[in-house]
């Protein structure tokens, strides 16, 4: 029979890839987003989301790395 903790750590193993790969997809979308024909409420809003559920995962982005994203993104007429 197993154990409450061996199904635990089974499931631990099980999912730490996909959140490791998830992670990583996040910052790939967050480095990627450019403001483009997006309204800068929508791209800032774009930009909140992908830092709030880097957040929740526990791999938060600094200020100061979040701040040169968010101005990498934007077109010249900014």
Not at 22 to 32: G, R
Not at 42 to 65: C, N, W
């Amino acid at each position: 029979m197993t154990s409450p903790r061996d199904l635990w750590l089974n499931l631990e193993n099980r999912f730490w890839g996909v959140s490791s790969a998830y992670i990583h997809q996040l910052c790939f979308h967050l480095h990627d987003v450019h403001k483009g024909d997006l309204s800068i409420s929508e791209y800032l809003q774009r930009i909140k989301g992908i830092f709030d559920a880097l957040m929740a995962t526990g791999s938060p982005v600094s200020d100061h790395e979040l701040i040169a994203i968010i101005l990498n993104g934007l077109s010249n007429e900014y």
